[in-house]
């Protein structure tokens, strides 16, 4: 369930028309539903009741401050890629010891100002990475908290860019090497092992490969707690998917995912961390665009939209669908045309869908792209000088702009000109 909902024949966030938010703000833009990102944190929490846990949300999915701060005074944790999602983390007033590091290519900088700032821990994800954090937190005079990636070697079924879990995949330490690794990492005095990490992939739809991985690590942590470490916490990263059609596909539900961890973990009395970014924000944003053209070509038709690839690259990237629905509401049994719904930039990747049913839609009709609140804004580009479009949250009755468009002022002044050609 989401508070996206028709009434009085027009597309709402919350208790707020959407072609109010247009009239505001101008098309296109994203939307973000206060109540839906609330509900979604609530419902992964309440799936780890009775067992020691933490929520980090995965920011990658959608940083925006506001949507930080939603999560911030819920009391989740983060889960941080980056020197500048840590930052994001700490400006949202989350702290340090609730902010867990990922990411295959920490550097210096990176761990020297998460070392100083405060950390819940860093998810190592290689030998040399674990070589230059001990001399980082020495340098320091610090000792930086680690749970090793391991790399369980499942499929987790899913598209091949986002899948991360196998063998072949860059991601963490193959777990036939973890006893190595967590050997040389004990012997380290700038590091202090406190779990195991794990991440085997984004929208699984199925719960098989999270029992395969989880029970690799439950023997894992057996195993490493024979040789002599204090294994006391279980990061089990994020991963699970979000129905993206509203007809077909039914992912499990986060209570059902909380059983697969309860049934191979919770025996182990150890700290769960699960890190979900997709299922926290996906569903809580929608992109909505207007109709620019609708332009009869020979056997189809296309609507052409304003937005496009650089404001939401996931079906040109990851042949990702989204379900495109009319903001007004179609009349019951309004005659469906099939169409394309592409954007302007010039690339025939900036495809959004094709053959689409819908009703017939004019120049100037707002258009609502579901599931767009994760890996939507953050992944956007200027490319083609288009502006990033801005990103509004509903809380209620009210609508605030999170992240103003630029001007062309704006993207222009950021490039300079050499003194030499002036
Ligand atoms: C991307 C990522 C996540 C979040 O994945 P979702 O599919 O958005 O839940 C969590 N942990 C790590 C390490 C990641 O790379």
Not at 154 to 170: L, P, Q, R
């Amino acid at each position: 369930m989401d508070h996206f909902i028709y009434r009085n024949g027009t597309l709402y966030a919350e208790d707020v028309p959407l072609s109010e938010i247009a009239a505001n703000v101008g098309t296109p833009f994203y939307v973000y539903s206060t109540a839906t990102l609330q509900r979604h944190y609530q419902v992964f929490d309440e799936a780890l009741a009775g067992m020691d846990h933490l929520v980090c949300y995965a920011m990658k999915a959608n940083s925006n401050m506001a949507v930080l701060r939603i999560m911030a005074d819920l009391g989740a944790g983060m889960d941080v890629v980056s020197g500048g999602e840590y930052a994001r983390a700490i400006t949202a007033g989350v702290p340090g010891e609730k902010i867990v590091f990922s990411g295959v290519g920490k550097t210096r900088a990176e761990m020297h100002a998460a070392l100083t700032q405060g950390i819940r821990q860093f998810n190592v994800e290689s030998e040399p990475e674990m070589r230059v954090l001990n001399e980082v937190a020495l340098e320091l005079g610090k000792v930086a908290p680690i749970a090793v990636r391991v790399n369980p070697d499942v499929d987790a079924k899913t598209h091949a860019k986002i899948a991360t879990g196998k063998s072949e995949n860059k991601f963490g330490i193959p777990i036939s090497k973890a006893r190595a690794v967590y050997a040389e990492a004990a012997a380290m005095e700038g590091l202090e092992v406190v779990g195991i990490d794990v991440h085997i992939g984004s929208q699984l739809t199925d719960l098989a490969p999270y029992e395969a991985a989880f029970s690799k690590v439950a023997d894992l942590t057996r195993e490493l707690r024979a040789d002599g470490h204090d294994i006391r916490r279980l990061d089990l990263g994020g991963g699970l998917g979000i129905p993206y059609t509203r007809s077909n596909e039914a992912p499990p539900l986060p209570m059902e995912y909380g059983d697969v961890i309860r049934r191979t973990l919770g025996d182990l009395g150890c700290e769960i961390e699960i890190e979900p970014g997709r299922l926290i924000a996906g569903n809580a944003g929608l992109l909505v665009t207007s109709v620019i053209y609708r332009k009869e070509g020979e056997g189809r038709d296309f609507l052409i939209v304003d937005a496009a690839m650089n404001d939401l690259v996931r079906p040109a990237m990851y042949d990702a669908h989204h379900d495109i629905v009319p903001v007004a509401e179609p009349a019951p049994g309004a005659e469906q045309h099939p169409v394309d719904i592409v954007g302007p930039v010039c690339e025939t990747g900036d495809t959004f869908a094709k053959q689409r049913d819908l009703p017939m839609l004019q120049a100037g009709d707002l258009v609502a792209f579901r599931s767009a609140g994760a890996y939507g804004a953050v992944m956007a580009s200027e490319y083609n000088t288009r502006p990033l479009i801005p990103e509004v949250l509903v809380n209620g009755d009210q609508f605030a702009v999170v992240r103003p468009r630029p001007t062309y002022e704006d993207m222009i002044n950021r490039d300079t000109i050499p003194d030499w050609m002036t």
